[in-house]
């Protein structure tokens, strides 16, 4: 059994989708159709039947999927320890980086970079939830994860901000100092993508605050969030460190309240599983270099310049 093969076919049940899986693994599409198919012929049987726009596993299928992850996660352990037997002296390490948190990423790159030049960094660029899948089956030693996470991952944290509302300047959010998030209900939101997992937060706020989101456009990138806010297509909710990015002359930015939406950006890997030297030699750059993300607004809320409050209503700090 052809260890490619298995892997494309885990990603497909994974994503639940030929296309997706495809654009996950860098590979076409007939590609991963190809590897799947042969797949199927070495075993025997089906593995899976589209039912709808589901896909769903057959006896064979669910077998091969749960063994699968088990020979994947073997796999990327027998690597990671083949890469320890020279103790740094050389190697490899990839790292999962979310899309939204490459930032708080940056400091501990560059220093493990000057301290183990010839140890070689992968970055694994994904959303958080397909970092923790990848953690969880082992196929990551380490991935910058969105908290809560599975109960099989530990976690060093490295940022709680909240996020804020980002709209254009002279909006009707100029003169208010925070937002609940119900006011938002009639507003076309630039949203996340639906792989990162600050998509399911938003959502799940926003039923919270009684209404669904009427989304016009997605990205996982913030920059590019803000460019379409600043385009007249909708507005966005951003971590606060990001606002602090952003012109006052061209934006407005509050804190969304009732609900406040956490970001809560952490290292995480696999708990009781093996992890490398480099992976603990990163963790330990990682702990070294964190205070200093102050440089970056990452452990400060960002300022701006908001209305007097009104008699009895004081400005609501950032937690």
Same mark, same amino acid.
């Given at each position: ?11 497909? $049940? ?10 996950? &693994?860098?590979?076409?599409? /007939? ?17 899976? !039947? ?20 088990? *020979? ?31 930032? !708080?990423?940056? /400091? ?5 970079? @000057? ?36 109960? !099989?991952?530990?976690?060093?944290? &490295?940022?709680? @901000?909240?996020?804020?509302? *980002? ?45 669904? /989101?009427?989304? *016009? ?67 330990? $750059? ?29 400005? /609501?700090?950032?937690?």
């Amino acid at each position: 059994m052809e260890l490619r093969a298995l892997r494309y076919f885990v990603e497909v $049940v994974r994503q639940q989708s030929f296309t997706v899986a495809a654009e996950q &693994m860098f590979v076409t599409q /007939p590609t991963i159709s190809k590897m799947v198919k042969s797949l199927e012929d070495e075993i025997g049987s089906p593995l899976l !039947l589209r039912d709808g726009r589901q896909m769903v596993l057959t006896d064979a299928g669910r077998i091969v999927y749960q063994r699968g992850q088990e *020979v994947l996660a073997a796999y990327g352990q027998l690597q990671a320890e083949l890469n320890d037997l020279d103790k740094l002296g050389r190697g490899e390490l990839t790292i999962g980086i979310p899309p939204m948190g490459g930032s !708080l990423f940056t /400091p501990a790159i560059a220093a493990f970079r @000057q301290r183990y030049p010839k140890v070689e960094l992968k970055l694994f660029e994904q959303g958080s939830k397909a970092i923790e899948a990848a953690l969880v089956a082992g196929e990551l030693e380490l991935g910058g994860v969105l908290q809560p996470v599975d109960e !099989l991952i530990d976690v060093l944290p &490295m940022t709680r @901000q909240v996020l804020w509302l *980002v709209a254009r300047h002279g909006s009707r959010w100029d003169a208010l100092q925070e937002v609940p998030l119900a006011d938002l209900a009639q507003e076309p939101f630039v949203f996340y993508g639906e792989s990162l997992a600050l998509n399911d937060v938003v959502l799940t706020a926003c039923r919270t605050a009684g209404f669904a /989101p009427t989304i *016009v456009g997605r990205s996982g990138h913030w920059d590019f969030m803000a460019a379409l806010v600043l385009a007249g297509v909708g507005i966005a909710l951003l971590p606060a460190p990001y606002c602090r990015r952003l012109g006052a002359e061209q934006f407005t930015c509050r804190p969304v309240v009732a609900p406040e939406i956490p970001w809560e950006m952490a290292i995480g890997w696999r708990r009781n599983g093996y992890l490398s030297h480099a992976a603990r030699a990163w963790l330990e $750059v990682a702990r070294e270099t964190l205070p200093g993300l102050s440089t970056d607004n990452f452990t400060h809320p960002p300022t701006f310049d908001l209305p007097a409050a009104s008699p009895g209503r004081a400005t /609501p700090p950032l937690k």
